[in-house]
């Protein structure tokens, strides 16, 4: 009989100090097992209001899985619904391995830096590893497209099964719901699925569908444990199990050592000069937000349109008069919110800026800025005296139709401005509002 051992994490969201201690905690157990073991991450290391993680487009959080020695991970939203696709082969050389994703393509392949699947290397066992994602809408705009997940799930396995897989593992952030789904229709396929992105804690792994299902939290609170035994009558499961890993528990000093070097080339790319300001411009969380504007002004400068919208919650922090540096600029806004353009007539403009100015939107506090208020919303080409809103001097004309440019927040349903997105809206993935700043200040004061 051969003993097999899986260790798993996920949903790590850039909390990088807890990746440390999985990470040691991992190689403690590594060193004293008797058998071979493997580590899988099950996807979003990277989280946008992590300032190392933002700042480096998610790639800081791979650079230390591949610290921490991942033997594989798969593919999270943390990283391509905020950049696009573009930055999987950042994350390929930061890994050393390919992130996997089957079940998502573009122009009718696996997109570049990815791979659909992967043997891995255990011992005299070779373990066939397949990664699969949740789709979002908005991975339509980078030109993706979601394939079938049982199909491809199901092919994938034939395929790792022809090229000597002993054991085959779906890596799955899909969400437990969607993973149970899924299972009958994977049974002598696949012989594990170990997931992440609904932050399920399984204490004791799921045996109720088809396919055993791992999950392990999030935040990096728990270690998931996972034992395989393989005979001559086939693979078996034969325990699954968490282990909370604390905050006083040692850390692997290679994964901090990879951290700080992740901080320290950080600096250098932020310490870089990019305008000289007359004045310095103020933030406010809830108030009137002159950097806000701003971002709007570097909005409509990069796509003309007749109004420009911005929540506040876009900015976090003001530019200094004088020289300003990559690093002001991130700390203004480091959203990852894409440009956006729609056509709205008056009527849906003055609901938007209705609501928009409302002191209840104001204060409602959505997952999407991850503790923080929406703010207020701020315009450019729109003046408004109380309950009347005016453009050149003009009341809006409820039936004409306005050209208006925001980012993709203020211009979809997710930003609870508009109950649908607008027919003709158009996202200008994958750039980002920091990059349309920087982009803009150059310009005007460069």
Known sequence: MATLEILHWNDVHGRFAALARLSARAGSIREAAGHPVLVFDGGDVEDASVRLSAMTYGVAGWRLLGAARVDAAVVGNGGILRYGPGVLPDYADALGSPPLLCDVTRDGAVPHGAAASRLVSAGDLTVGVIGATDYYPQYDAFGLRE??????????????????????????????????????????????????????????????????????????????RITIQLDRDGVRVASMSLEAVSGEAPADQLVIEALASAERDLAAWLAEPVAMLPEAISWSECGDSPVARLVAAALLDAQPGEVGLL????????????????????????????????????????????QGLSAEYSATV?????????????????????????????????????????????????????????????????????????????????
């Open 147 to 224: 394939e079938g997940r049982v199909t491809v799930v199901r092919s994938q396995a034939d395929v790792l099964r022809a090229a000597g897989a002993d054991v085959v593992v779906l890596l799955s952030h899909c969400g437990i719901h969607q993973d149970r789904g899924i299972s009958w229709a994977l049974r002598g396929k696949v012989d594990l699925i170990v997931g992440g992105h609904s932050h399920d804690v399984l204490e004791a792994g799921d045996v109720d569908h088809g396919v055993p299902i791992a999950q392990a939290g999030w935040n990096g609170d728990w270690l998931g």
């Open 311 to 354: 929540i506040a919650a876009q900015c976090s922090a003001g530019l200094p008069a004088g020289r300003v540096t990559r690093g002001d600029v991130w700390a203004a806004t480091s959203s990852p919110a894409n440009p956006a353009t729609a056509t709205l007539t008056g009527a849906q403009l003055r609901s938007v800026l209705t």
């Open 366 to 446: 959505p997952r999407t800025f991850r503790g923080r208020p929406y703010g207020r919303l701020h315009m450019i080409g729109v003046e408004t005296d109380g309950d009347t809103f005016r453009m050149n001097g003009e009341p809006l004309d409820e039936s004409r139709r306005y050209r208006i440019t925001a980012s993709d927040t203020e211009l979809s349903s997710y930003g609870r401005l508009l109950p649908a997105d607008p027919a003709d809206l158009r996202l200008y993935t994958p750039t980002i509002l920091p990059e349309v700043l920087e982009s803009y200040l150059r310009r005007a004061y460069g």
